[in-house]
């Protein structure tokens, strides 16, 4: 029994010490572990990305159409007529422009393959990004607080399956963050000129970011970040004028987030995503919990510890209370106005955790008190790690978009249309599955349903009353309506926005269903599938 026990403390040891080293090696090797770490995170987009033949976001079918159209006809063309009543027809530009152009070597498949495909690019590069931002921040573990940021929440491990623009957009604002403690201007600029060149209308938080750090930088070090603020102000005009139409694209912005601010303020509610609507309470209980108790924990202990950051030296002292503000402002932003604005939560929230967790626990002389932080964070990291992919995946079977959405509809009416006759969409979230499988009709619209309003609040609130299934005969141009304001519906699609077609969801939309069922005089049925259907307006 003793040689047994010898025998296994020899092996045990034997084993930490490979262990140990191998570890050393990799991390001593930079193109090993830089190797290793991206095969990492590809393996576990493609995981995750694959679990499910869904597709996370039908925004993805939009973008990587967008950039078959910039494939086939030119990156120059400013043209996009598939929404005609819509201020992106009007103004003829691309928000995301260079998103698209990024997505372009994925935009030859013809199926919803491609977007899978994509977004495992997208995830990777955007852990790959977000990783290097915490490790030249100088945090400990980089990988396992990059992981965290990957299972904080469903809704957080939810965008790292879409193939959207703000994925990349949380990676390079951690980027900014991080140059702009401590980098080279010229980095700065780039990192400006991408974000303004791929998602100009969130290059405000990239914005804040750097603001905050130069506030803090010239109050409490002296330091006056004036050649890295000129970095950034021409990064975002670099960004801005490397596309056909920066001039329509200024006025889209400023729609997108001035008008779209005007217009929640408001009496009227639009019919907008649930992600620019506040976090529900029950929402931040039910997904954000175990994030919530560990970023909890790291803004406490940047009180309990205040004595201690004072003695950090500047950068350090920076870092913990700039990433303690940031978190704080985008969590009043995720309660008070707009749930995306998670995303920057999560990724300040984790940097200032890192930050508690790895550096300023050293404070303390006592083993049990460092003990206890590695508990907290455990149990969080497990907890989260096993529920957040469960209910990730879970709503992505019950939610998710079919890879075939409104494809026979949309195949039916290209092959049976003139080119460029107009498809009424009962929703502006279906434009995404419509323009992808049929880009040889137009559709109302489509994106954000605030490019409908800004184009005309009446036919805007026309649409609004039919896509939330609230009138069928009669509709109305304006948010409250009387008797007399009240117009017939057939002319409305056919005279107002000279519709060819219907295309309708019947679950979503019963009673208008059963309204062009019924008018045999005005509709006429063409296609009728287990989910959709597509009448003629005669």
């Known amino acids: 029994m003793v040689l047994i026990e010898f025998h296994k403390q020899v092996y045990s040891s034997n084993y930490r010490t490979e262990t140990d080293m191998g570890w050393k090696f990799i991390k001593d090797n930079k193109k090993i572990e830089l190797a290793a770490v991206l095969l990492a995170f590809a393996a576990l987009a493609a995981v995750f990305q694959f679990s499910s033949p869904n597709i996370a976001d039908p925004d993805g079918f939009y973008h990587l159409k967008h950039a078959l159209i910039y494939k086939d006809g030119g990156i120059f063309i400013k043209d996009f007529p598939w929404v005609q009543y819509s201020s992106i027809s009007v103004l003829k530009s691309d928000l995301w422009y260079g998103f698209h152009i990024l997505l372009i070597p994925f935009s030859g498949f013809d199926s919803a393959a491609g977007i ?42 939810t965008r790292f399956m879409m193939l959207r623009p703000h994925l990349l957009t949380m990676a390079i604002s951690a980027l900014i963050f991080s140059f702009s403690m401590s980098g080279s201007a010229w980095i700065i600029l780039l990192l400006f000129a991408i ?91 039910s997904n954000f919990l175990g994030f919530t108790i560990v970023w ?84 969080a990291l497990i907890f989260i790690s096993i529920y957040t992919p469960y209910r990730t995946l879970a709503t992505l ?15 039916w009416i290209k092959e049976n249309s003139n080119p460029g006759d107009v498809v009424f969409n009962m929703h502006w979230s279906d434009f995404p599955m419509l323009f992808f499988w049929n880009d040889k009709n137009y559709y109302i619209g ?37 008797a007399e304001m009240l117009e017939d519906t057939h002319a409305v699609l056919k005279n107002d926005f000279k519709a060819k077609y219907i295309i309708i969801e019947k679950e979503r939309n019963p009673l208008f269903n059963l309204y062009l069922e019924g008018d045999k005089e005005n509709y006429e049925k063409k296609l009728d599938t287990f989910t959709d259907a597509v009448y003629l307006i005669k």
């Open 116 to 157: 899978k495909i994509a977004g495992i690019f997208l995830a990777t590069l955007s852990l790959l990004l977000l990783w290097y931002a915490f490790k030249r921040s100088g945090l400990k573990w980089p990988f396992l607080w990059t992981f965290f940021v990957f299972v904080s929440a469903p809704n957080i491990m």
């Open 195 to 285: 974000l303004s060149w791929t998602h100009i209308s969130l290059s405000w938080v990239g914005i804040l970011i750097f603001g905050i750090v130069f506030l803090l930088k010239a109050g409490m070090e002296r330091e006056w970040m004036w050649k890295k603020a000129g970095a950034m102000i021409l990064g975002l005009i670099i960004g801005w004028l490397a596309r056909p139409n920066p001039i329509g694209v200024l006025k889209l912005a400023y729609i997108q987030v001035v008008k779209l601010m005007q217009a929640k303020q408001g009496d009227a509610t639009l019919l907008f995503g649930t992600e620019l609507f506040p976090l529900k309470m029950e929402t931040l209980f």
């Open 296 to 379: 909890i924990f790291g803004i406490l202990l940047t009180f309990f510890l205040y004595k201690s950051i004072r003695k950090e030296d500047g950068s350090k002292k920076i870092f913990i209370i700039s990433s303690a503000i940031l978190s704080l402002i985008f969590f009043a932003m995720t309660m008070l106005t707009a749930r995306r604005a998670h995303d920057f939560w999560i990724i300040f929230g984790v940097m200032l955790s890192a930050f508690v967790f790895t550096e300023l626990s050293k404070a303390y002389k006592s083993e049990s008190a460092k003990m206890a932080y590695g508990i907290v964070l455990g149990i």
């Open 397 to 411: 079977k019950e939610r998710g978009t079919p890879p075939e959405a409104f494809k026979k509809s949309s195949e």
């Open 446 to 482: 489509g994106m954000d349903p605030i490019f409908q309003y800004a184009f005309s609040e009446s036919l805007y609130w026309k649409f609004h009353y039919i896509s939330a299934d609230e009138v069928t005969k009669k509709t109305c141009g304006a948010p409250a309506c009387t």
